[in-house]
C-alpha cells in the first residue's frame, strides 16, 4: 500500500516500509499534502479521503507507485473520467430513445452504439490499472491482484461487463439474424448503470470552489428533469407501439397508423404528453385510452409528486441562500430601530447604530471572523502579519523595536471597520484599548464647556488613544471618523504584557513617544495639564544590560487624584509600563472604615522603604507589614500583579 503525498513543486508518492522496532521513527506528527501525480492547481479538486490513518508511520523511501499503476486523482484520469460522462449523457439519451423506437437501433444509431461501447470496453480495462484507498488505513493500494480482486467481487465489474456488451450484434454474429424488439430493447437498457457517473461528476463539482454551486446544483436538477421527461415520453410510446390494437392508444386515437410515421412525429407528442403530465396541467387531449396505459400514468404521476417535492425544495434552499444574508441585515436594522425608539435615543446615536449594522454587514465578507476562528494560531498570526505587519511597523511607537515583538503585537490585534461620523473612543473613558489607522482619517476632539473642539487629524499608520493607555489615565480626546475607515485595536493589558517581557523594545518605545508628546501641538498639550511641567522636565534614563528594567521610575499619573507615582520631583520615564496595585491600610481580616472598603490605587513603586512611606502618606500611619488579601506576606515587589490588593498595617 502506498499514500500519495501531494507537493506544490513535486510529485512524491510515500508507501510504508518494513521497519525494525530500532529503525521505526517515533510517532511525531506527520503532515501529507496530497497531490495526484499531474499536476492539481485547484486543491478542492483533490479527495480530502486520502489521508493516512492516525498512527500510520509513512517511509519516504519509495517515490512512486508501483509500474502500471494508476493514481486516481491523476490529472489525466480524471479527463478519461470526464470524456466519460460525455458518452454517458449520450448513453442517458439513446436507451430509452431506441427502447421506443427499435428501428433506430439497428440503422443509425449503431454505429455510434459500437463505438460508445467500445471506450467504456477500455475504461473497464483501465480500472484493473486504478490504485484504491482503503478505507480501514486510508492509503492507496498499488498492488495489481488486490485491485483486480477488488474490483471483480464488486458490483460494479459485472454491471460494467453487462452495460458494455452489444447484445444486438452478438446475436446477429451467432445466429445470422436480426432481432427486433423484445428482449433486447430492454437489454440495452442497462447502459443507464453508467449515471452514476453523471452523479459523481456533479458531486465533485459541488465541492469544487471553481464553479458556482448555484449554477452547478441548478444544472443538476435541469438534468435530473429532461432525463425524467425523456424516458417517462419514451416509455409511454413503448406501451403504444407494442399494444394488440394500436387504435386503441393514448396516441392511436389522434395519430393514424402511427407506427409507420415518422419517428421525430412520435417523439415530439411522447414528449409533450410527458412535460404536460410532469407539470400538472394535464389538457386531455392526450390521454390513456387502454389499461396498461392508465397504470403508467398513475405511477408516473406518483412519481411526479416526488419529483416535484424535490425541484421545489432545492430551488428553494438555494434561493433562500442567496438571500439569507439580506434577511438577517433587515432584521438587525428592524431590532436596532426599535430599541432606540423604545429607549428614545437621540437622532445622532441613532445614525450611528444604524451605519455600525450596515457595515457590519458589508464587511462581513472582509472580516471573514468565523472563518479565522476555525484556522489554527499559527496560520491566523500568518494572515495578520501578510495584512497588517507594514502598517504596525510604520506607527511611530513601534519604529525600532525587535521583530520578534512586532510578531507578538500583530498576532493579537484585531482589524475593524467603522462608517463616517462613528466615535471610536469617548473622552473620559477607561483606556481599554488603543488603535492604530490603517485606512480612512479621523478627528480627534475635546470638548470645552460643552461646546466641541477640533485638535487634530490623523490619517494612515497614525495612533489614537495610546496617551491614555501609556499614562493609565481616562482618555483624554474623543476619537471620531471623518470617513469609512478601517483600524487596528491592540489591548492595554495585552500590550503591557508583551512589553514587560521586552525591556530593551519598551525603552524605544517610551523614547519614540516623548518626543511624539515634543510634537504635539500646544492647543493638544494644554488639554493634559501634567503633560508640559511632564515634558519641560523630563529625563529619559538609559539602563545597563545587566542592570534590568526594575530600577527605573515609574512615570506619573497626574490626571487621576487616586493614582500616584513614587516621587513628586520631576517625573522621569520607565522602560517598561507601571504595575497597579491596591493599597489598604488595614489587616485583611479587620473590617475598615468606609473610606478604606474600596483601597487607594497605585503605582507600585521600587522598593518597600517607598511603599512604606507612600502608605503612610496615604492612610496616616506608619505600618511595617505587607499581607496579601489571603493573608500570604509579601517579601518581594517583583512578585507583584497588576491589581493586587496589598494590606499595609
Given at each position: 500500500m502506498c499514500v500519495v503525498h501531494l507537493?506544490?513543486?513535486?510529485?512524491?508518492?510515500f508507501r510504508p516500509a518494513?521497519?525494525?522496532?530500532?529503525?521505526?521513527?517515533?510517532?511525531?506528527?506527520?503532515?501529507?499534502?496530497?497531490?495526484?501525480?499531474g499536476e492539481i492547481r485547484n486543491l478542492t479538486s483533490v479527495s480530502s479521503s486520502l489521508l493516512p490513518a492516525f498512527g500510520t508511520v509513512v517511509d519516504e523511501g519509495y517515490s512512486q507507485l508501483r509500474k502500471y499503476v494508476i493514481a486516481p486523482y491523476d490529472r489525466r484520469y480524471r479527463w478519461w473520467q470526464t470524456f466519460l460522462v460525455v458518452l454517458v449523457v449520450y448513453s442517458a439519451w439513446a436507451s430509452p430513445f431506441e427502447l421506443a423506437f427499435g428501428k433506430i437501433a439497428i440503422g443509425s444509431l449503431m454505429p455510434v452504439d459500437l463505438a460508445v461501447d467500445a471506450l467504456f470496453a477500455a475504461d473497464i480495462i483501465v480500472t484493473f490499472f486504478v490504485a484504491y484507498l482503503d478505507k480501514s488505513t486510508y492509503l492507496l493500494v498499488d498492488e495489481h491482484k488486490k485491485i483486480a480482486l477488488r474490483y471483480v467481487r464488486k458490483l460494479w465489474f459485472p454491471m460494467d461487463v453487462a452495460s458494455t456488451l452489444p447484445f444486438q450484434l452478438i446475436y446477429r454474429i451467432l445466429t445470422g439474424r436480426t432481432s427486433h424488439g423484445g428482449l433486447f430493447d430492454f437489454l440495452n437498457m442497462l447502459r443507464l448503470w453508467r449515471l452514476r457517473r453523471v452523479s459523481e461528476l456533479f458531486t465533485r463539482l459541488e465541492k469544487d470552489t471553481r464553479?458556482?454551486?448555484?449554477?452547478?446544483?441548478?444544472?443538476?436538477?435541469?438534468?435530473?428533469?429532461?432525463f425524467a421527461v425523456h424516458s417517462a415520453g419514451c416509455f409511454y410510446f413503448w406501451l403504444a407501439i407494442?399494444?394488440?390494437?394500436?387504435?386503441?392508444?393514448?396516441?392511436?386515437?389522434?395519430?393514424?397508423?402511427?407506427?409507420?410515421?415518422?419517428?421525430?412525429?412520435?417523439?415530439?407528442?411522447?414528449?409533450?404528453?410527458?412535460?404536460?403530465?410532469?407539470?400538472?396541467?394535464?389538457?386531455?387531449?392526450?390521454?390513456?385510452?387502454?389499461?396498461?396505459?392508465?397504470?403508467?400514468?398513475?405511477?408516473?404521476?406518483?412519481f411526479n409528486i416526488g419529483l416535484t417535492a424535490y425541484l421545489i425544495g432545492n430551488m428553494t434552499i438555494l434561493i433562500v441562500h442567496s438571500a439569507l444574508r439580506t434577511f438577517v441585515m433587515r432584521d438587525a436594522i428592524n431590532k436596532t430601530l426599535r430599541y432606540a425608539s423604545k429607549n428614545r435615543l437621540p437622532e445622532g446615536l441613532r445614525e450611528q447604530m444604524l451605519a455600525h449594522v450596515q457595515l457590519k454587514f458589508k464587511t462581513a465578507e472582509l472580516k471573514q471572523e468565523q472563518v479565522l476562528e476555525d484556522l489554527p494560531k499559527a496560520i491566523r498570526s500568518g494572515i495578520a502579519q501578510h495584512l497588517f505587519w507594514k502598517t504596525v511597523e510604520e506607527a511611530y511607537l513601534f519604529k525600532g523595536i525587535s521583530e520578534d515583538l512586532i510578531v507578538q503585537l500583530v498576532s493579537e490585534i484585531k482589524a475593524e471597520y467603522f462608517p463616517p461620523k462613528m466615535d471610536i473612543i469617548l473622552q473620559n473613558e477607561i483606556p481599554t484599548d488603543f488603535y492604530i489607522i490603517v485606512s480612512g482619517a479621523v478627528?480627534?476632539?475635546?470638548?470645552?464647556?460643552?461646546?466641541?473642539?477640533?485638535?487634530?487629524?490623523?490619517?494612515?499608520?497614525?495612533?489614537?488613544?495610546?496617551?491614555?493607555?501609556?499614562?493609565?489615565?481616562?482618555?483624554?480626546?474623543?476619537?471620531?471618523?471623518r470617513r469609512l475607515s478601517q483600524v487596528i485595536r491592540i489591548s492595554h493589558h495585552g500590550f503591557k504584557e508583551m512589553v514587560q517581557q521586552h525591556g530593551e523594545d519598551g525603552t524605544k518605545m517610551i523614547n519614540?513617544?516623548?518626543?511624539?508628546l515634543k510634537g504635539l501641538k500646544q492647543e493638544v498639550l494644554e488639554e493634559i495639564p501634567f503633560l508640559t511641567e511632564l515634558l519641560g522636565g523630563l529625563t529619559i534614563?538609559?539602563?545597563a544590560p545587566n542592570e534590568g528594567t526594575q530600577n527605573h521610575e515609574a512615570m506619573s499619573c497626574h490626571g487621576d487624584p487616586n493614582v500616584e507615582g513614587t516621587q513628586e520631583t520631576s517625573p522621569t520615564v520607565s522602560s517598561t509600563l507601571p504595575i497597579r496595585v491596591i493599597v489598604h491600610g488595614h489587616h485583611p481580616n479587620e473590617n475598615a472604615i468606609e473610606d478604606d472598603m474600596m483601597g487607594k490605587l497605585i503605582n507600585l513603586p521600587d522598593s518597600?522603604?517607598?511603599?512604606?512611606?507612600?502608605?503612610?502618606?496615604?492612610?496616616?500611619?506608619?505600618?511595617s507589614t505587607i499581607l496579601m488579601a489571603d493573608g500570604s506576606e509579601v517579601e518581594e515587589l517583583s512578585a507583584l500583579r497588576e491589581n493586587d490588593h496589598l494590606f499595609i498595617f
Open positions: 507537493d506544490q513543486k513535486k510529485n512524491r508518492i518494513k521497519m525494525s522496532s530500532e529503525t521505526r521513527p517515533s510517532p511525531v506528527p506527520l503532515l501529507y499534502r496530497r497531490r495526484s501525480s464553479f458556482s454551486y448555484f449554477w452547478t446544483r441548478y444544472i443538476k436538477l435541469i438534468c435530473v428533469t429532461l407494442h399494444h394488440k390494437k394500436p387504435e386503441d392508444t393514448w396516441i392511436g386515437t389522434l395519430v393514424q397508423d402511427f407506427k409507420h410515421r415518422s419517428i421525430w412525429l412520435g417523439y415530439t407528442y411522447s414528449i409533450y404528453w410527458s412535460v404536460v403530465t410532469l407539470t400538472t396541467v394535464g389538457y386531455g387531449d392526450l390521454h390513456a385510452v387502454n389499461t396498461g396505459e392508465k397504470v403508467f400514468n398513475m405511477l408516473y404521476m406518483l478627528d480627534m476632539v475635546t470638548y470645552k464647556n460643552g461646546t466641541e473642539q477640533f485638535l487634530l487629524k490623523l490619517g494612515s499608520a497614525d495612533m489614537a488613544g495610546e496617551i491614555g493607555v501609556i499614562f493609565n489615565i481616562p482618555q483624554p480626546f474623543t476619537v471620531r471618523t519614540n513617544f516623548i518626543q511624539y534614563e538609559h539602563t518597600t522603604e517607598d511603599l512604606f512611606r507612600l502608605a503612610e502618606k496615604k492612610f496616616g500611619k506608619r505600618g
